[in-house]
């Protein structure tokens, strides 16, 4: 496509979560920070909420990537799950051989026997939950009563909880405020600045193997702020587009009206962009009028 054009190795803005290009801004390390801590406190229940795009799936799994040896992870990316299911999905991650036709009390007993003899080996053992604000509630409450199993010590299951806003609307219902008060750890993330954009930008880009100065001007990453809204994934969807568009006119720097094609083109940022053209056309109704003015006196 256009790697060679640009002198990269390789796309740079893919929206496939990959944690070798995870940024370390301050809100992203924070997040990091914050599950690491917990992580090694021992806590029972985590909490991560974003917006949609905003980078849960990729902290995720860098945080998974970033715990060492001591850690038996187990992830779920779709909690879409009853009750049983969920468990069964959760024992199959810890790798419990069961009977096709197991009960609930021996799949219960057999995940509680395999934590018991993880933790007598030294281990602790942590379960991501990727999209959980989709979980039912019968889910979410047998969840809590898996973080009743532990040792004189220690919890035996650890669990981490990454969802968009409406998990946090769902954990205040009656049914499951046992659930919410065991959140010891929350963390929230927010949308990139205006600077993060920037540094988020050629970070990827350096990742990818460019070597310039600058492919996007600095105007353009001002109109990419503002149509993407800070949302990682759609600062990946409108840089990419706007790639394609310099390098179909030869172009070796990405100007402002190709972010605004690719915002154009995309759904999710014509919303965002609106303040902006208004903004513009406000101004230069004011010097269309400043300019008649002139001319009238």
């Known amino acids: 496509m256009y790697k060679h054009h640009f002198g990269l190795r390789e796309l740079p803005f893919g929206i496939t979560p990959d944690t070798s290009y995870f940024f370390a801004c301050p809100n992203y390390q924070q997040a990091l920070n914050t599950l690491l801590i917990a992580a090694k406190n021992g806590e029972g229940f985590i909490k991560i909420t974003g917006e949609v795009g905003t980078g849960k799936t990729l902290l995720c799994r860098k945080f998974l990537a970033t715990l060492d040896d001591s850690f038996v ?122 600077d993060d954009v920037d540094f988020y930008v050629m970070h990827r880009l350096k990742i990818a193997g460019f070597s310039g100065s600058r492919l996007l001007t600095k105007d353009a990453i001002r109109v990419l702020h503002t149509a993407s809204s800070g949302i990682p994934r759609l600062v990946n969807i409108l840089a990419h587009k706007a790639l394609m568009l310099a390098f179909g006119e030869g172009r070796q720097q990405v100007h402002v009206p190709h972010i605004r094609a690719a915002a154009k083109d995309t759904e999710a940022a014509r919303s965002s962009l609106r303040p902006w053209i208004l903004l513009l056309a406000g101004g230069l109704l004011i010097a269309l009028v400043g300019v008649v003015w002139a001319y009238l006196q």
């Open 73 to 194: 992870t187990a992830y779920i990316p779709n909690p879409y799950l009853e009750p049983r299911s969920l468990m069964l999905a959760l024992a199959d991650e810890l790798e419990i051989e069961l009977d096709k036709e197991v009960d609930q009390h021996q799949l219960l007993k057999a995940i509680n026997y395999r934590l018991l003899v993880l933790a007598r080996d030294g281990k602790r053992v942590i379960l991501c939950l990727d999209e959980a604000q989709a979980m039912p509630l019968e889910s979410l409450e047998a969840l809590r009563l898996l973080t009743n199993l532990e040792t004189e010590k220690r919890k035996l299951l650890q669990i981490v909880l990454f969802g968009q806003p409406e998990l946090d609307a769902k954990l205040q219902q009656d049914e499951i405020r046992q659930l919410a008060q065991r959140i010891t750890f929350h963390y929230r993330l927010s949308p990139l600045s205006r």
